[in-house]
Structure formats: structure tokens, C-alpha cells
């Protein structure tokens, strides 16, 4: 059993697109996030929710909306994308906010041409 | 000037070498992590330390609180230890995670 999943994996679509990406974990936590990995490689979080309230919004444009419809899930909403959106971006969880390790999803690559 | 520093940047070893991987910080934290990131890009967590010294494997974390530094060794190195090994600083008061810019590993046979 996948115990944070992501989709889709890949994602390609055209600028000024609306997308979303979906994650769902099994592992009972409280605490979810997402984090964008650009193309150097660099991880920053974006966003992070505990109890489906959203704890952190690391200075992301109104254009990334999270949703938390209940703890096991964390969507990603993207509108109007732009080509500086292309980037992989993984979905985590972790049971306390931090003070056990995390588990990830294996990322969603998404390209905007 | 990143608040979470890696050193190597990048790191070549030859098969069975013990290899080193330095993280220091200048936040503060309740806890640091060791990721592994593997070539077709899933991470993995391989510790969590809030003090001390933590073994799995052929992998080693250390810590040291008072001068905001960690270690991560791998022992008998191996080229499936082949990856990005990335440190996350989980600041204290907050959930969030700060990373650092990650320790290109690769082991030759």
C-alpha cells in the first residue's frame, strides 16, 4: 500500500491553464505539505496543514490554492498557470507536525509550455 | 545565505569508502531530518534527530545542538548509495521545514 500518493505523476499543459493535483495519505497523520522542488533541485514548502487548517502559506501566489477536504487529503490547485510553475512538487505528511519523519509522495512533474 | 548549509555540494567515492555529508543550520530547531532523494526523484526520510546519534544500517546521523550542526556518514559505501542526500531543519514553533540545497552522492564501482 502506497502510504502518500500523488496524481498525476507527469503533468504537461499549456499556459494560462487551470490544473490540480491530488494527494491522499493512509498513514493516519495530521499534518500535511506541499513543496516545490524548482530546477536546481531546491525543496521549499509552499504550503502545510494540520488538521485540515492551513498552518503555513510560504509567500505563494494567489494562483496555488490548497484544499483540504479532510486529513488524509491535501489537493493543489494551480490557475492560470505560467511557464515559471514548471517544477516537481511533492506532497508529505507527517504525524505531529514534524517531529517524526515525514513520508513523501514521489512528486508530480509538471511542465507548462 | 541559505538558514540550512550543506556541504559537499557534490561528492564522488569510490566503492566501500566511509563518506561524510555535513549540515549546518542557523535556525532554531526542533528537529532535523536526513532525506534521500533517489535518481528518478522519489525522497525518502532516513532519520529524524532532535539529539545524539542515530544508526541504521550502514548509516549513521549525528547532532550537535549547541553548535547547529549534523553528520550523516554511510559506512562501507556502496553505488546504490548513489543519490541526493538532503537536510531539512524543522524550525522550532512552526511546521515547517526548512531544507538544504542537497549532497550529490555518487559511488563508483
Known amino acids: 500500500d502506497t502510504a502518500v500518493s500523488q496524481t498525476p505523476k507527469y503533468l504537461v499543459t499549456q499556459m494560462g491553464n487551470d490544473k490540480s493535483i491530488k494527494c491522499e495519505q493512509n498513514l493516519g497523520h495530521d499534518t500535511m505539505y506541499w513543496y516545490k522542488q524548482d530546477s536546481k533541485k531546491f525543496l521549499k514548502i509552499m504550503f502545510s496543514?494540520?488538521?485540515?487548517?492551513?498552518?503555513i502559506n510560504e509567500t505563494v501566489p494567489n494562483r496555488f490554492s490548497p484544499k483540504s477536504p479532510d486529513k488524509a487529503h491535501l489537493n493543489l490547485h494551480i490557475n492560470s498557470l505560467e511557464l515559471g510553475d514548471s517544477a516537481v512538487y511533492f506532497c508529505?505528511?507527517?504525524?505531529?507536525?514534524?517531529?517524526?519523519?515525514?513520508?513523501f509522495g514521489q512528486g508530480t512533474r509538471l511542465t507548462v509550455v | 545565505k541559505n538558514e540550512v548549509e550543506q556541504s559537499p555540494q557534490n561528492l564522488t567515492a569510490q566503492e566501500g569508502e566511509f563518506i561524510t555529508i555535513n549540515c549546518s543550520y542557523s535556525?532554531?530547531?526542533?528537529?532535523l531530518h536526513w532525506l534521500q532523494q533517489h535518481p528518478g526523484g522519489g525522497i525518502v526520510s532516513l532519520f529524524m534527530l532532535s539529539s545524539g546519534k542515530k544508526k541504521h544500517g550502514r548509516l549513521i546521523a549525528t547532532i550537535n545542538i549547541q553548535e547547529k550542526h549534523s553528520s550523516l556518514h554511510i559506512t562501507a559505501s556502496h553505488p546504490r548509495d548513489s543519490a541526493v542526500y538532503i537536510c531539512?531543519?524543522?524550525?522550532?514553533?512552526?511546521?515547517?521545514?526548512?531544507f538544504g540545497t542537497g549532497t550529490r552522492l555518487k559511488v563508483l564501482a
Open positions: 496543514y494540520n488538521n485540515k487548517e492551513l498552518i
Open positions: 535556525v532554531g530547531i526542533s528537529a
Open positions: 508529505a505528511s507527517s504525524p505531529s507536525g514534524g517531529y517524526t519523519e515525514a513520508f
Open positions: 531539512a531543519a524543522f524550525t522550532s514553533g512552526t511546521y515547517k521545514y526548512i
